[in-house]
């Protein structure tokens, strides 16, 4: 499994955009790269996934280099209630390697 | 769908006793996962099964837990019997196997427990 690294926290205004990246340098060919959030008292909500270059859905985009050993997961004008957890999974579609947690980063958004 | 539904969600038991926890999946889902989550150790996946299959039970700490998955509606992970450092909030999630680019899980709420 590839191992990912991403900051513990990181704290943010409304109405801004936030960028999460993810280090995850021994990703391997067939390696997707995957993101959930989580709230409080909630089991984590799948965000995006990706294999390379850019994915864009009504949540979220990530950004993907051509190397593939990080990604970025950016929440275009956060609101109070983006503050979670963000986990950052790398893994092959298959065989469920992907559904492995890290520590996650953990997103605080103020007024 | 009501989504992947967990009972009870909140158990507080004493030391020694079994616990059992339920899972209902999303219908149509081929892969069920059980999880647990505490703050020391984050989220840890137990166990998961496929078409009602046991397949990776690495997880699982030691022998006092056990998952069993009778049919495709339904899952239970036991404790026998039941420590203190077993309280955590136990999650179950599910998913369908729609092949290449697509992993995408479905959590229940959780189920809280507290040993005492």
């Known amino acids: 499994l590839a191992k990912t690294t991403q900051p513990i926290s990181m704290d943010s205004y409304e109405g801004q955009e936030v960028n999460i990246t993810c280090s995850h340098n021994n990703i391997a060919t067939n390696d997707y790269i995957t993101w959930y959030q989580q709230f409080p008292s909630q089991g984590p909500r799948f965000i995006i996934q990706g294999y390379k270059t850019k994915v864009t859905n009504e949540v979220a985009s990530l950004f993907i280099p051509a190397d593939r050993k990080s990604s970025t997961l950016s929440l275009p004008r956060v609101s109070l209630s983006d503050t979670a957890v963000y986990y950052c999974l790398v893994g092959p579609n298959s065989g469920y390697s992907t559904l492995t947690f890290g520590k996650g980063t953990m997103l605080l958004v103020s007024p | 769908d009501a989504g992947v539904i967990q009972s009870p969600r909140h158990e507080v038991t004493e030391m020694g006793q079994e616990v059992t926890l339920r899972c209902k999946p999303i219908s149509g889902h081929d892969y069920l996962f059980w999880y647990r989550q505490t703050m020391m150790r984050g989220l840890e996946l137990l166990i998961y099964?496929?078409?009602?299959?046991?397949?990776?039970d690495s997880g699982m700490p030691e022998d006092r837990f056990s998952a069993k998955m009778p049919n495709a509606s339904f899952s239970t992970l036991k404790i026998q019997p039941s420590e203190p450092r077993d309280s955590a909030v136990y999650f179950c999630a599910s998913s369908f196997s729609q092949g290449v680019g697509n992993t995408e899980a479905f959590f229940g709420q959780g189920t809280r427990l507290t040993v005492v």
């Open positions: 099964f496929n078409n009602n299959v046991p397949i990776d």
